[in-house]
């Protein structure tokens, strides 16, 4: 059964960091692209980021780009988001995905930017 | 960047009426669209990937269509279990960007 476990997140001070980690089982994680979605209270759907199989390819959103950065420890089944220069409008439930249609998604984590 | 415009914002049926729900692309993305539903207080789920194929363990009464740079989903007979808010999802390019969502509902 694949499973995908976010962890991480709390209450953090705008300007403050903080790194988000996406524990994947029940398939080779090795062999899959990985996202982050974020989705802000009461708000829909944004992609944060992408990375590939291999990290050879990295995609950032544009409202986070220069401030977050995505990587992956293939060995360690973690997808990694390390948050830095945060804003309250970060405030949001973090979601790591699957692949590129984001088959399948983690239960969230929620990331609270306020001072 | 594809700006993905989703149409209606909000929609209220009868149990086993048919429901479609529609997300325009602002240039051709190909079959690289994806539905989900999300019900409240969970993750979203996965309906539909490659514009029409049906994700494992999806009713069969959910499908997928595409015409041109115009994706549907349709619900043939919709079902109290199927409340919700639906993206669309287009992944040809990044950055991905998701439909502003459709909340479904029974009337």
């Known amino acids: 059964e694949v499973q995908l476990v976010e962890s991480g997140g709390g209450l953090v001070q705008p300007g403050r960091s903080l790194k988000l980690s996406c524990l994947a089982s029940?398939?080779?994680?090795?062999?899959?692209?990985m996202n982050w979605i974020r989705q802000a209270p009461g708000k829909g759907l944004e992609w944060v980021a992408s990375?590939?199989?291999?990290?050879?390819?990295?995609y950032y959103a544009d409202t986070v780009k220069g401030r977050f950065t995505i990587s992956r420890d293939n060995a360690k089944n973690t997808l990694y988001l390390q948050m830095t220069s945060l804003r309250s409008e970060d405030t949001a439930l973090y979601y790591c995905a699957r692949h590129t249609v984001a088959d399948y998604w983690g239960q969230g984590v929620m990331v609270t930017v306020s001072s | 960047d594809i700006q993905m415009t989703q149409s209606p914002a909000s929609l209220s049926a009868s149990l086993e009426e048919i429901v479609t729900i529609t997300c325009q692309a602002s240039q051709d993305i190909g079959n690289w669209l994806s539905w989900y539903q999300q019900k409240p207080g969970k993750s979203p789920q996965l309906l539909i990937y490659g514009a029409t194929s049906l994700a494992d363990g999806v009713p069969s009464r959910f499908s997928g269509s595409r015409s041109g740079t115009q994706y549907s989903l349709k619900i043939s007979r919709l079902q109290v279990e199927d409340i919700g808010i639906y993206y669309c999802?287009?992944?040809?390019?990044?950055?991905?960007?998701f439909g502003s969502g459709t909340k479904l509902e029974i009337k």
């Open positions: 029940g398939f080779t994680f090795s062999n899959y692209g």
């Open positions: 990375i590939s199989s291999s990290s050879s390819y990295i």
């Open positions: 999802l287009q992944a040809y390019s990044a950055p991905l960007t």
